[in-house]
């Protein structure tokens, strides 16, 4: 057995390198595309999920997120909560957020969204949106009278490129009036527009923690959500057990367990697309090496017929082709490899804009892996199939064409 497969690789360098440099490159950039093509749209889909799971943290539920226990709508007794969160290790800040249903009225647009309050020294050291002031400022405390909305609730004035209801192209300094689900009604200065690029957390508005209170006439002791920022000491499942462990009887959520049952599923859903981009690169590549072989074969009948002739056996033939393909798929997946670090070095200088933000493709070590040994499998299997048939032919036959 070691002996045919010496043979075989004889045979296949002896054929590489009587067919010349240049459809040999050519075969090698061919698999290196493939195998390219293979990751880099994987990795664009893995840097968008690493996008939306760093917005969710940064601007939408922070690291964990305490909501009311069981049917309740309310956390009630909201500061004693606070001072018991902010003494748990690993905790940096927790924050208190407060909704309330709202319409908000600008010019003839109006829409009806909740409008959110907090206390603005707490929120900022437990979210970013104060980094993503595009317009004005972020609220100071004890600010009222004043309000903050994102980038879609601002909206165009052209409806047409808003992706939502919007204020119709509101601007900082511009008053909106609220009418709030407690029948209050005020007139708001917009103070600042953030953009996050987040199609959740540019689509809320905020008040202060103080202006909320003055809307419900009474100081406000009760909280929809409480977010939660780790010091980076522990991790987010333990600070979690810490929280349990020191009595916080509230639901206590890491942000992958606050992600919606729709979140989880397009996450699903951009696995599945990975799974079918792969298999169709692989099909391509499977057809182009199969392509190639069968034309070198046709091409090398009567070279096969002789070989027969003098005693080689067909499977010492069949052995140098797929030895050929393999050593083509091997040097293509290096190229293939070195391209695709150049591409991940590239775009992490200059990220793929988005939309919904600037994406950094990124290629996992495991998934090149498991693609490369898909790649180099799918083509020996190509390689083998058209040289078997070829190379089985009668000798006479082989020799006659």
């Known amino acids: 057995m070691r002996e045919r497969l010496r043979v075989s690789a004889f045979l296949a360098s002896r054929t590489l390198k009587r067919g010349g440099w240049g459809g040999l490159l050519l075969n090698c950039a061919i698999i290196a595309l493939v195998f390219t093509n293979m990751i880099l749209l994987p990795s664009i889909i893995s840097g968008s999920v690493d996008l939306f799971m760093s917005q969710m943290r940064d601007y939408q539920s922070s690291e964990l997120v305490i909501e009311p226990p069981g049917d309740e709508r309310f956390i009630d007794d909201v500061d004693t909560l606070l001072a018991r969160v902010n003494q748990v290790p690993g905790v940096a800040r927790a924050s208190a957020r407060y909704a309330l249903g709202a319409t908000l009225t600008r010019k003839s647009k109006s829409l009806s969204m909740p409008v959110v309050a907090f206390r603005p020294r707490d929120e900022m050291e437990v979210t970013k949106i104060h980094e993503k002031m595009s317009e004005g400022d972020f609220l100071g405390a004890g600010d009222l009278g004043q309000i903050m909305v994102g980038r879609f609730v601002a909206g165009n004035e052209d409806e047409r490129l808003d992706f939502f209801d919007s204020l119709g192209g509101a601007r900082v300094g511009d008053s909106v009036e609220v009418a709030y689900s407690n029948g209050v009604v005020r007139d708001y200065r917009i103070k600042g527009i953030f953009t996050t690029k987040s199609y959740q957390a540019d689509y809320t508005v905020f008040v202060t923690w103080d202006e909320m209170e003055s809307v419900l006439g009474e100081a406000q002791k009760q909280a929809t959500e409480v977010l939660i920022r780790t010091d980076g000491t522990a991790t987010v ?4 057990a810490n929280l349990l462990e020191n009595g916080v009887q509230e639901e206590v ?4 367990e606050a992600m919606t049952l729709a979140v989880e599923q397009s996450i699903e859903s951009f696995s599945i697309i990975n799974t079918i981009a792969a298999l169709v690169s692989l099909v391509i590549a499977v057809v182009v090496i199969g392509i190639v072989v069968t034309i070198k074969a046709i091409n090398q009948r009567r070279q096969i017929g002789i070989l027969k002739a003098i005693g080689i056996r067909w ?8 030895f050929q393909v393999l050593f083509i798929a091997t040097a293509g997946i290096i190229l293939g490899v070195l391209a695709t670090l150049a591409l991940m070095a590239y775009f992490s200088v200059h990220p793929i804009v988005f939309p919904d933000g600037d994406v950094v493709p990124r290629a996992e070590v495991a998934t090149m892996v498991i693609y490369a040994a898909w790649l180099f499998c799918a083509s020996a299997a190509a390689g083998f199939f ?8 009668n000798i006479l036959d082989a020799m006659r064409r």
């Open 386 to 393: 058209p040289a078997w048939r070829i190379a089985r032919e």
């Open 315 to 322: 499977d010492i033939i069949v052995g140098s082709y797929v």
């Open 237 to 240: 499942d333990r600070v979690k």
């Open 253 to 256: 959520k890491t942000w992958r």
